[in-house]
Every structure is written in C-alpha cells, then in structure tokens.
C-alpha cells in the first residue's frame, strides 16, 4: 500500500523508543480531513515438514476505515485464519511464479483478535518472510491529526510508520531488555538474548489489562508452548501487559549452567515491561504447564516428579518451585506451578528409581512362607506328643482303675 496525500506535512511516533506493548502515537497536522497511516513489520518463519506457521495473539483493530494486509515470500500458498467467535479463512488468490502470495481485507471490524498465518513452503524453501501491514485512516481535526496503535502484536525489532509517502524506521525493544537481566528481578515480555542467538524455537504472546488486586488469567492456545495460563494478580493497575512465552532449542543463554534431571522444555516468560514483574507488584502467581504423556513414559519419569523449575540469576542456581499435577488426559499430565520471578525457565522430572522391590517383596514374602512353615512343622509335632501324652495317661489311668478293681474282687472273695 503506497501513500500519496501530499497534504500531510513530517510527522512524529513517541514514544521514539517503544516497547513491546506499548501504544503509540502517530502525530501531524493536515489540511485535509484524514490520513492513511500504515504499520509494517516482517517476520521470518522457519518452515517444518514443508509448512510454516505464524500465531498472533490479542490483535487489537481500531474503529473506522482499515485494512489488514499479509504478503508471503517463499510460498505455495498463504492462509491468513482469524479467530471471531470461529476461524473464517482467507486463502491467497493468486501466488506468483517467484513464490509470492497476498491477503489483504478492508474494513475490519474493531475489535480483539487471534490470527494464524500459515501454508505449505516452495520446495527447499527453510524459511519465509511474512510482512505485514496495518492501515488505518485517522481523522484530521483543526489541521491536526493523532493516531494510536498498540505494539502488542509486533515482534521485537525494526517497524515501519508510513504517513504521506514519508516512512520512519522504528526500533521495538522487548520488555526487560532495558533492565539487562533474565528477569529474576524485573519483568518482560521477551529475551534479546535468546532471540539474536537463534535459540528460540517457538513463542506466542498474550496481553490483557491487569486491574490491582484481580485476578487476571493469560492463556495460550498454541500446542507447541507447554505452558497453557498464567494466573496473575497484580499490586498496581496496568492498561497493557504483555506476556511473552519462549519455547528455547536448548539451555537459555542467560543462564551459566544445566538444571539438575530430565528436563521437558526450556523455556523464557518475559511478564509485563521493564520494572512491571517485580516482587512488590506481583501479589500471586500460578503458571499452568502441561507435558505429553509420551515424554513421561519414554524417560521413565515419576510423573510426580515433574516440576517447574527457576534459574536465579544472583545466586547462580536453579530453584524447584512449588509444582502439582492437577490432571491428565491420553496425551498430556497437567501441572501447577506457584512463581514470583520469571525467566528463565526448565520443566524438569526425575527417573523412577530401579529397584528390585517387586522381586524383594516376593522374597520376603517366600521367606516368610518357609518361615512360617517351619514353624508350622515344628509345632504340629509337638502338638502330636502332647496329645498322645494325654491319651496314654488316660489309658494308663483306666487300665490301673480296672487292675485295682479286678484285685479288690478277688480279695474279697478269699474271705
């Protein structure tokens, strides 16, 4: 979408500095009664199994005259899926020779949405590049115009702001990347360092108001991300907090050493911007995860073992914190987990130990058997000897008693 209103004089976008989940504002003046101002970002997607995906989650759409447009490059194909109160899919209608493919609506309805970009690759293609650009019309009021646009849907890194032909080149940062930490003190929403090192295999982001003392629960949807919700109740009142899931390829570059045990997945949650996630405005949090029952039984894992663990940064050290499986289905086991900090992250389980406990039990109980019937078979003969005792005193009493008669007879006959 080329801009042409030549009506419009320079114009400015503050903060000059954003955040992911920031809102920004996009200022001029006009003599006309409104400009088109559009939001463009690329994204890279690596393909697998000759598919690629994109998840974008909590889209906010302004009100008036819009339009939403993905370009895909590298493609047989591009589907651009939006979640309403159902998925409604939009399919490209024409993909060049060069493997190039377009969606584009207009008019969007306002409101909160999930988006799915995603399609088969062109052949050998590794990975595709996604742009994607937002265009809104914003009125212009006594000659001035002032447009907003929430971040919360843009990856860190660079973005386009386009007003009357003239494009500003903007930095993103992610959240905590000012603090300079892994979050264990502070907040965020995203890790710099795991993303320039290519160690982020997938991540998805989620962002609600957070309302002091009120629970608010983030949920995530894609099957990838082991983690499902986090359950936040906040000390302050914040507009916007993005939360930011990290699915890593390996250890965090953030952290010095392993955790102890199997460990399921690596993972970055980045809550809020820099200085959000702190102790003093985090009154409680539980991060519900999930991990396949295939992983539990392939590893010989005691599923009550499985446990969220956080690295501490300060101590340089790993700490399990308090985990509960809560349910379990065909596929998955489902756990709770009560944190205070966040990033980085390990969901770790122990190996059931080998022992030969059956075999012991069996033992035992043979042992005991033998036992007890050795001890049966020394009794019962004793038991046999003191009831042919009896009866042989019986029988010796009886015959005396007939011997005593019979003398006593003969006695007294003689006389």
């Known amino acids: 979408m080329i801009l042409g209103i030549s009506t419009a004089s320079a114009f400015e976008v503050s903060p000059a500095n954003p955040t992911v989940g920031d809102t920004i504002t996009i200022s001029g003046t006009s003599s006309a009664d409104s400009v088109k101002a559009n939001v463009e970002f690329t994204k890279t997607v690596p393909v697998k199994g000759g598919e690629y995906k994109y998840r974008i989650n909590d889209v906010e759409i302004p009100k008036g005259s819009n339009t939403f447009m993905v370009k895909a490059e590298g493609v047989e194909d591009l589907n651009v899926r939006v979640k309403i109160l159902f998925w409604i899919t939009k399919s490209a209608e024409y993909v060049s020779s060069s493997g190039v493919a377009r969606v584009s609506q207009s008019n969007v309805p306002s409101g909160t949405y999930d988006i799915q970009i995603d399609g088969p690759a062109a052949t050998g293609t ?3 590049d996604l742009t994607i650009t937002a265009s809104q019309n914003i009125d212009v009021e006594n000659g001035v115009f002032k447009g907003e646009y929430n971040t919360i849907s843009i990856p860190p890194g660079q973005f386009k702001v386009t007003v009357a032909g003239e494009t500003k080149t903007i930095t993103l940062r992610s959240p905590g990347s000012s603090s300079g930490g892994s979050g ?5 929403g995203g890790s710099t360092p795991d993303s320039s090192d290519n160690n982020v295999d997938v991540e998805e982001l989620s ?8 629970p608010v629960e983030f949920r995530f949807s894609n099957p990838e991300v082991p983690i499902k919700s986090i359950n936040l109740t906040s000390a302050i009142t914040v507009m916007n907090v993005p939360v930011r899931i ?16 199997n460990v399921y997945k690596h993972i970055n ?12 405005n985090i009154k409680s949090a539980k991060v519900i995860f ?6 539990i039984e392939d590893n010989n894992i005691e ?29 998955y086991t489902l756990y709770q987990a009560n944190v205070t900090h966040f990033s980085p ?26 036992e007890n019937g050795q001890q049966d078979s020394s009794e019962t003969p004793a038991n046999s000897r003191q009831g042919l005792n009896a009866e042989w005193i019986l029988i010796g009493g009886v015959v005396a008693g007939l011997v005593a008669m019979t003398a006593w007879k003969m006695k007294k006959n003689r006389q």
């Open 290 to 295: 999930q991990v396949e029952n295939n992983w």
């Open 269 to 280: 949650i980045w809550v809020g911007n820099a200085g959000f996630a702190i102790p003093e």
């Open 207 to 214: 962002t609600k108001r957070v309302f002091s003392n009120t």
């Open 345 to 370: 992250f390990a969901i770790a389980g122990e190996a059931k130990q080998t022992t030969n406990t059956d075999n012991q039990t069996d033992s035992n109980q043979t042992n005991t058997t033998a």
């Open 246 to 261: 990290e699915v890593l390829k390996d250890t965090s570059v953030m952290v010095k050493k392993e955790p102890n045990g």
């Open 184 to 188: 264990s003190s502070g907040g965020g």
């Open 126 to 128: 590794s990975s595709v």
């Open 303 to 331: 599923p009550k073992s499985v446990v969220l663990m956080h690295y501490e940064e300060d101590a340089d050290q790993w700490t399990r914190l308090p985990t509960d499986m809560i349910s379990k289905n065909d596929q």
